[in-house]
């Protein structure tokens, strides 16, 4: 397997949102108010990176890579970041270069895409469960994987 696939520091985890179900209810206005989408990042992990609670932050790994708020909170461990299922993608005018994987070839080629501005957590994952195994302790990749979030955009 050949490609970037360089290492990350954190781990995200995805949870599913009390107030929607899965992408029901995103686009309501009051709920986008009320639950903003954000990542939660623990205080030492966020003062080891320079975050502040409530700055735009890049989160990302090799697939994809959105900007959101960051949310300082002890409910999420040292090292790992949370992110709520669900959140509608919002493409924006900057772009990144992430890797995907060529089926055909079995290897990892750059692709230019946008930066998510909503949030949308399955844009982190591969639809290859086997690739994140190491890092996921054997659960699904659609439920955690290796990460990093930052308030300067990847290169």
């Known amino acids: 397997h050949q490609g970037k696939r360089q290492t990350y520091g954190l781990l995200y985890m995805t949870n599913k949102a009390r107030h929607r179900g899965h992408t029901t209810f995103d686009s309501t ?51 790992f970041v949370s992110i709520e299922h669900g959140a509608w993608y919002r493409p924006s005018k900057e772009t990144v270069t992430v890797w995907q994987r060529n089926r055909l070839t079995n290897t990892d080629e750059p692709v230019t895409t946008f930066v998510d501005y909503g949030g949308t957590d399955n844009l982190l994952t591969d639809d290859d469960y086997t690739l994140d195994t190491p890092f996921s302790c054997q659960t699904l990749a659609a439920q955690t994987g290796p990460c990093e979030v930052s308030k300067t955009k990847p290169q």
């Open 29 to 79: 206005a009051i709920i986008k108010d009320q639950f903003p989408q954000t990542v939660k990042i623990n205080p030492v992990s966020a003062a080891e990176r320079g975050i502040k609670d409530g700055e735009l932050v890049y989160v990302y790994n090799d697939r994809g890579c959105m900007r959101i708020p960051a949310e300082l909170t002890h409910a999420v461990l040292p090292g």
